[in-house]
């Protein structure tokens, strides 16, 4: 959503800025946010205060360890492959 439609700055902007560690100054100077007409100076604030450093979200995908699969050393091999020469041939 718009925040700043001044400067047409987003929520996700501005998050973006709070997760990379800018406090709110910060984040006013890079982007203009509440420095024309001011309205959205409260929930510029707001939105920096729930994604700042200091508040850290909770992860939001399980990671899974990695696997090593074995690719086919040709298209043929793969059981995906499904071509009528080949299926003729098996």
């Known amino acids: ?3 700043c ?7 996700r902007e501005i998050a973006r800025h ?3 560690g800018m406090s709110f100054d910060e984040i006013q100077f890079e982007l ?9 100076e409260d929930c510029a604030r ?3 205060e729930r ?5 850290p979200m909770a992860a939001l995908h399980k990671e899974t360890p ?3 699969i ?4 040709s298209i043929l091999e793969s059981k995906a492959w499904n071509s009528s020469r080949h299926s003729l041939a098996a």
């Open 1 to 3: 959503m718009i925040v």
């Open 5 to 11: 439609v001044c400067h047409r700055v987003s929520d």
């Open 18 to 20: 709070a997760h990379a």
């Open 32 to 40: 203009g946010v509440a420095t024309q007409c001011g309205r959205c």
């Open 46 to 48: 707001a939105v920096v």
């Open 51 to 55: 994604c700042s450093v200091s508040h």
């Open 66 to 68: 990695t696997q090593t």
């Open 70 to 73: 074995q690719l086919a050393t």
